[in-house]
């Protein structure tokens, strides 16, 4: 919750119903509600006016057990499922183009050390992004609102050329500029730079 972490189009916030926190001052216990959280674009009150005074220590979340919502209103899980001619999927068939996909873009742990998925992508006003949009037309861009648009991060990586770029044994993937990886024995530090 202290990110409101998200991917393929659904974040915390959506199944979040409250966590239990202990206040690190007074050691008391508080419960927080989606709508205490004030969740927001990786965002939550954790990150601001509450930063560093509670200790999360449990969570509750609402899941269904049929009638499930499923949103596969993220392009690569619709191109996944259209390449598997399937019309109408089920959470399993959700499930396995998520892991597809993931498969496809982001490296195996045991085989290559890296931080997963690490850039927050910028959200800018409409106004900022429509001449940008103009010069780059393949850039692909989400509305958030009337006036923001949010802009994948792993594209502007990528257009600045440091997709699967090394630094020694610290690098981006070359398969996923959200990644930072350790080709060998880079150290925390020069991962850090």
């Not at 850039?119 to 409409?126: E, G, M, T």
Request: aromatic residues 10%; charged residues 20%.
């Amino acid at each position: 919750p202290v990110q409101n972490i998200g991917a393929y189009g659904t974040e915390i916030k959506d199944t979040f119903i409250s966590c239990e926190a202990v206040n690190i001052v007074t050691q008391e216990m508080k419960t927080f509600t989606n709508a205490d959280c004030h969740f927001g674009y990786r965002e939550s009150v954790f990150k601001h006016e509450a930063k560093d005074q509670y200790v999360i220590t449990s969570v509750i979340f609402k899941l269904t057990k049929r009638n499930h919502k499923i949103n596969i209103s993220y392009g690569d899980i619709q191109s996944d499922l259209a390449q598997k001619n399937i019309e109408n999927p089920s959470l399993v068939d959700v499930s396995n183009a998520v892991i597809a996909i993931r498969q496809s873009k982001l490296p195996d742990p045991a085989a290559l050390g890296n931080s997963g998925s690490f850039f927050k992508n910028p959200i800018v006003l409409k106004s900022q992004f429509e001449p940008i949009h103009k010069k780059f037309p393949e850039m692909k861009f989400y509305e958030i609102s009337e006036t923001e648009v949010k802009v994948p991060a792993g594209w502007l990586i990528e257009q600045a050329g440091f997709k699967g770029k090394r630094f020694g044994d610290a690098g981006i993937h070359k398969n996923q500029a959200l990644v930072l990886v350790n080709y060998g024995n880079a150290t925390g530090q020069e991962i850090l730079n």
